[in-house]
């Protein structure tokens, strides 16, 4: 791939950036496993919307960046085994030097390969799929295409959830949004755009994701509780969009 990999730093923020301006991933470096950015922290709403302790235990992650996804699972999650599939060496190397990658291969399995690609030749399956690659000019390829995300959801196991960072599809999301709903028999929902500019698609299979929102705050207070992450911003957002028809949030 023919772009630079630049590494920033600016008021205790080491940045990630391919030959532009355009940030693909931060670490406040006092607080490694934080989640820097609002939209990776949006992506982690999926880890209240099944109840249960154990979720995930089984997890794929499609575009790597400064690993701050893969990192706050890694710790937050410890039962968790993860798949990072990343296509660009440089992306991987560039992430153990500068951004804390953990290295436990017990744990945690680079791949070097495109994303599309190996979840078509792999029959592995898994309970959460995330999905946040992009190339040097902010476009998916491959990555927001049918065949592909009915791909994903044949790699969910029963109860799986996927979530897509919709960013840099810039002629509106909707398009992205309906390929994701058709793969899932509309069983998916956007989240309202964070303030920058990313919108969040969240799918599901398996049982029916029926929680209030009052249950879901009550959760994400406990997840606040445990890793300093705070959804409530997210859950008053949905809330304030009116996208959980009567305080319930379905899917």
Not at 61 to 70: C, E, F, M, P, R
Not at 215 to 231: M, R
Request: aromatic residues 8%.
């Amino acid at each position: 791939m023919s772009f630079s990999i630049d590494i920033r730093e600016e008021a205790g923020v080491r940045t990630l950036h391919f030959g532009s301006d355009w940030i693909q991933g931060a670490m406040r470096i006092a607080r490694p496993w934080r989640l820097e950015l609002d939209y990776t922290r949006e992506m982690m709403t999926s880890l209240l919307l099944r109840g249960d302790a154990h979720f995930p235990l089984k997890v794929l992650l499609i575009g790597l960046g400064a690993a701050s996804l893969t990192k706050f699972i890694y710790r937050y999650c410890p039962l968790a085994k993860l798949t990072v599939v990343e296509i660009e060496p440089r992306v991987v190397a560039a992430a153990r030097q500068f951004f804390k990658l953990p290295l436990d291969p017990l744990r945690l399995n680079i791949v070097i390969a495109d994303g599309s690609q190996y979840i078509a030749g792999h029959d592995k399956t898994y309970d959460l799929i995330l999905v946040d690659g992009f190339g040097a000019d902010a476009r998916p390829g491959e990555l927001d295409t049918l065949p592909f995300y009915q791909m994903c959801r044949t790699r969910l196991n029963d109860n799986g959830i996927l979530v897509v960072n919709l960013l840099g599809r810039n002629r509106g999301y909707q398009a992205s949004l309906e390929r994701i709903k058709t793969s899932f028999d509309e069983r998916a929902l956007a989240f309202p755009s964070c303030d920058s500019g990313n919108v969040i698609a969240v799918a599901a299979t398996g049982e029916k994701i029926e929680i209030a929102l009052n249950e879901l705050k009550k959760q994400a207070l406990e997840l606040k509780h445990k890793t300093g992450l705070n959804l409530l911003p997210t859950l008053v957002r949905l809330e304030q969009e009116k996208s959980c028809p009567g305080g319930i949030l379905t899917i």
